[in-house]
Nanobody, 123 residues
């Protein structure tokens, strides 16, 4: 069994920045695509960003394009989401995800999920 563990969430003023981290113990998911999802109260979970296993390709939702950056360090079994120019509408629980095919993450599917970390952006 594997577990993804998110960290780095918190509260920030609009226009501020946060960096989320997602760690996976061991090497089990090193060859998997990785991504970030978010879910706000009363809304469906949505794909935010995804990255291939070697970091060669990335995907971003239109709502975060130009503001968020996804990256990964396979040596540390960690994926990151750098969030800049945060807006109140970015407030949500953010989940790390992993899938054998990274395109599955773009389509909204995943095989493994983290517990989630709360991001709150005040106006």
């Amino acid at each position: 069994q594997v577990q993804l563990v998110e960290s780095g969430g918190g509260s920030v003023q609009a226009g501020g920045s946060l960096r989320l981290s997602c760690a996976a113990p061991g090497r089990t998911l090193s060859s998997y695509g990785k991504g970030w999802f978010r879910q706000a109260p009363g809304k469906d979970r949505e794909s935010v960003a995804a990255i291939t296993w070697n970091g060669g390709l990335t995907y971003y939702a239109d709502s975060v394009k130009g503001r968020f950056t996804i990256s990964r360090d396979n040596a540390k079994n960690t994926v990151y989401l750098q969030m800049n120019s945060l807006r109140p509408e970015d407030t949500a629980v953010y989940y790390c995800a992993a899938a054998l095919n990274w395109q599955s993450l773009v389509a909204g599917n995943s095989n493994f999920w983290g517990q989630g970390t709360q991001v709150t952006v005040s106006s």
